[in-house]
């Protein structure tokens, strides 16, 4: 192994070379040095996303089981920009309650424990080192959830996360053990010559699906999501409906378009009909919330269900559109948790109905709420609109016309209520509003990051034509 081979590991690498700098310095730091952590952090994961953006060569390591290539490399950037948006948005919350506890690194550490599980998840050659990276990302998730641990609600968030990922981890091993019973191999690159339509693959694929769908929050396997995302930090909550299902997204994306495209005719059927399921699930259950953060949840749910309008189609342009809506929704629902995260640090307020009247104290805040909310319900001009635009457009390019008609009702539902929070900010007055406050240096930059987003994915072309030419080195 020389240096060019192990330079294909240079993003997990760098992840665990961050987290090792940062446990060092929690070690030798003393007490008023403790909040420089933060800043440590922040300027290291930058310069590692930073890098991440350098020429990165296609190869395999460990006799297949670690891979990559131009649109792994990709998707792991974005993951990156993500990270680092959220780190930019706790910084203040980790200042103001872990700081004093000495916990502070221990939240940054576990946030980059369970981002190196997903690079290695979705750069898995075979069952093994997807079963490894998997259980990597989801065990520090568990501890993150039930972080503030004098809260009820977080520990309830921690205990929930853990045994459902419990039963979900052992649903996946099961249907892994049966698609390996059925091929004979767990190498991606070998199963897809020699997967073959019987009961035991069928069973293999729905258990492995079931396993994912839970990361993803697809219905039904979506029941610990708004209890998980309303007990834990709210930092915690973005990476969870971001980073994570992104992650599972992508590598559900290429098993099922690469080691079971042949036996497309079997799942399309049950994509189908879980993304209408998931789509009118999560919108009418947001509907009625009042917490944000589990209005966020099922908002996030119902993102899930258009994201199978891409999965469903096996095609390029599938694979081309729902990339492409991924890097719009971590921007957009970045945006609306940053701004949630701003008021929650400063007011401890949480309910749609504390945002009335927000527009008059934080006008700021309360446009880039908008900004994100209308992203999310796919209004032109913004990026949102866009990226639901093309999901809808890969469908339809598959004949699947009704699935689009559904798929547009839901975005009807949806954006009532989004307007409902928007409402709440410009229209309504409140006795006792939310009082105005300058928020910290680092989640300004994080806002600004989300609001460029959002503005630039919608206008500039190019962006999605890179994504799409590297789309075909997935088929």
Do not use: C
């Amino acid at each position: 192994m020389n240096l060019e081979t192990v330079l294909l590991l240079r993003q997990e690498i760098s992840i665990l070379v961050i987290a090792l700098i940062l446990l060092i310095y929690e070690i030798f730091a003393r007490d008023r040095q403790k909040e420089g952590v933060i800043s440590l952090a922040i300027v290291l994961f930058a310069i590692h996303t930073g890098i991440g953006f350098l020429d990165m060569k296609e190869g395999l390591l460990f006799g297949g089981m670690f891979r990559t290539n131009a649109l792994i490399h990709l998707f792991k950037n974005i993951l990156n920009i993500g990270v680092l948006i959220v780190l930019l948005q706790s910084a203040e919350w980790v200042k103001r309650e872990l700081v004093p506890q000495n916990r502070g690194s221990e939240f940054f550490i576990l946030l980059l424990s369970s981002l190196l599980g997903l690079q290695f998840l979705i750069s898995s050659g075979d069952f093994l080192m997807f079963y490894l990276g998997l259980e990597l990302s989801t065990l520090p998730l568990a501890a993150l959830a039930a972080f503030e641990m004098y809260r009820m609600r977080s520990s309830e968030a921690g205990i929930k996360l853990i045994l459902s990922s419990a039963l979900a981890s052992g649903i996946t091993l099961f249907g892994i053990s049966l698609m390996y019973a059925s091929t004979g191999t767990i190498y991606f690159s070998e199963m897809g010559a020699l997967i073959s339509e019987n009961n035991l693959t069928v069973l293999a694929l729905i258990l492995f699906f079931a396993g994912l769908g839970f990361k993803i929050s697809l219905v039904p396997f979506h029941f610990w999501t708004a209890d998980v995302y309303e007990g834990a930090p709210i930092g915690v909550a973005s990476y969870l409906s971001v980073i994570s299902k992104g992650a599972a997204v992508f590598i559900l994306m290429i098993f099922f378009f690469t080691v079971l495209k042949s036996l497309i005719h079997l799942w399309e059927n049950l994509f189908y009909l879980l993304a209408v399921l998931t789509m009118f699930l999560g919108n009418l259950f947001a509907l009625r919330q009042q917490n944000m953060k589990r209005f966020l949840a099922f908002s996030s749910i119902a993102q899930a269900g258009f994201i199978l309008l891409g999965l469903i189609t096996g095609t390029t342009l599938g694979v081309a559109t729902v990339i492409y809506f991924v890097l719009i929704y971590i921007f957009s629902n970045l945006a609306a948790f940053g701004v949630v995260q701003a008021i929650a640090t400063e007011t401890g307020k949480e309910n749609i109905q504390d945002y009335e009247g927000l527009y008059r104290t934080n006008p700021r805040l309360s446009l880039v709420m908008m900004l994100g909310l209308f992203s999310l319900a796919g209004i032109p001009p913004v990026a949102g609109f866009f990226g639901k635009f093309f999901l809808f457009t890969a469908a339809a390019s598959k004949g699947y016309y009704f699935l689009v008609f559904l798929a547009v009702v839901n975005v009807t539902i949806s954006l009532y209520y989004y307007l409902l929070v928007v409402r709440a900010m410009f229209l309504r007055k409140s006795d006792h509003p939310i009082p105005y406050f300058t928020n910290a240096a680092y989640m300004r930059i994080g806002l600004v990051i989300t609001v460029a987003g959002i503005l630039i994915l919608g206008i500039y072309s190019p962006i999605y034509d890179y994504i799409y030419a590297l789309s075909h080195t997935l088929n």
